[in-house]
């Protein structure tokens, strides 16, 4: 089972730029789908973009598209860069794997995921 640690959050400006990262244990990482979702206070977590083993899909959200790029490595790490950040994205970003179908809508449901890692916090000023 691969273990996973985000890190990169913090504390920006509307319109501000931020990357996480998201490093994994274990060999097998590349064979793994990876996901980035967040979740606010009193809100359910919100699928954002996932990759596909050696990045072969990527899949995102429309409410981030054109802001929000996922991607990939070969030293077991992936990343998310944020853009134009707004307010309403202030969250707490998760990473998380999976293994299983290839499409939209396995990659977007949360509970398709076993692995989590712990978060990040993301806080976004007006």
């Known amino acids: 089972q691969v273990q996973l640690i985000e890190s990169g959050g913090g504390s920006v400006q509307a319109g501000g730029s931020l990357r996480l990262s998201c490093a994994a244990s274990g060999r097998t990482f590349s064979s793994y789908g990876m996901g980035w979702f967040r979740q606010a206070p009193g809100r359910e977590r919100e699928f954002l973009s996932a990759i596909s083993p050696y990045g072969t899909n990527i899949y995102t959200a429309a409410s981030v598209k054109g802001r929000f790029d996922i991607s990939r490595d070969y030293n077991n790490k992936v990343y998310l860069e944020m853009r134009s950040l707004r307010p309403e994205d202030m969250a707490v970003y998760y990473c998380?794997?999976?293994?299983?179908?290839?499409?939209?809508?396995?990659?977007?449901?949360?509970?398709?995921?076993?692995?989590w890692g712990q978060g990040t916090q993301v806080s976004v000023s007006a």
């Open positions: 998380a794997a999976r293994g299983g179908p290839d499409d939209y809508y396995s990659y977007s449901a949360a509970e398709e995921y076993p692995c």
